[in-house]
């Protein structure tokens, strides 16, 4: 496990300050929540921690090593998108591997944690399943376990639950909860539902 530090970062796009100067301390298996309304800059924080921005100013680092300036598949981070982000002509099993082929792990080993990571969302029954064919709860937990299938040291949720109706939010709400708990990973969840 490791811990999250922010010191600083700050990010503009033009005139606009989308993340003010940030200091924040994450520890090492904590799940941490950010609450905020829409465009506030939950986002765009989320985003410069993962590395798909830059920030203006300031640094990110994962333990003790700074990461500000590398590239996001090299800064052991995974990232649930509010979209989900899921490739719609891929199978799921195709959708998880994609981090573990992007990172040359061998055939038999994406197999086994491919398998792994479907396993530990429930969905171990789903693998050749196409995903314009899943529920959005579905899709949801495909998207956790790519993220999950690549061991990061930090998991990051974007709004994750707010294209799922009510009661699949309140039961994947608490799916996400209980497999953060069993995994131990730091986790960096934003939303702007207060019941969250």
């Known amino acids: 496990m490791a811990g999250l530090k922010l010191e600083g970062i700050s990010k503009s796009f033009g005139r606009f300050a989308a993340v ?10 904590e799940f941490f929540a950010i609450l905020g309304p829409s465009g506030c800059g939950k986002s765009t924080l989320l985003r410069m921690i993962a590395g798909y921005e830059q920030p203006d100013a300031g640094r990110v680092f994962l333990g003790e090593s700074d990461i500000t300036s590398l590239r996001p598949q090299d800064r ?14 891929m199978t ?5 591997a994609f981090g573990l082929r992007a990172r040359k792990v061998s055939g038999g ?9 479907l396993e530990s969302v429930s969905l171990s029954g789903k693998s050749d399943s196409s995903i314009p064919a899943l529920s959005g709860g579905e899709q949801q937990r495909v998207a956790v ?17 707010s294209n799922l109706d009510i009661a699949l939010r309140l039961q994947t709400r608490e799916e996400i909860r209980t497999l953060q708990r069993a ?6 969840y934003v939303t702007h539902d207060q019941g969250e």
Not at 81 to 86: H, I, K
């Open 76 to 89: 052991g981070i995974g990232m649930v998108f509010q979209n989900y982000a899921l490739f719609p002509h």
């Open 20 to 29: 003010r100067p940030i200091r924040l301390e994450i520890r090492p298996g």
């Open 109 to 117: 080993s994406i197999r086994e944690q491919v398998a792994a990571a």
């Open 145 to 161: 376990a790519r993220a999950l299938v690549i061991r990061p040291r930090v998991l990051l949720f974007d709004e994750p639950l």
């Open 183 to 188: 995994t131990g990973i730091t986790t960096v």
């Open 92 to 96: 799921v099993f195709e959708n998880v």
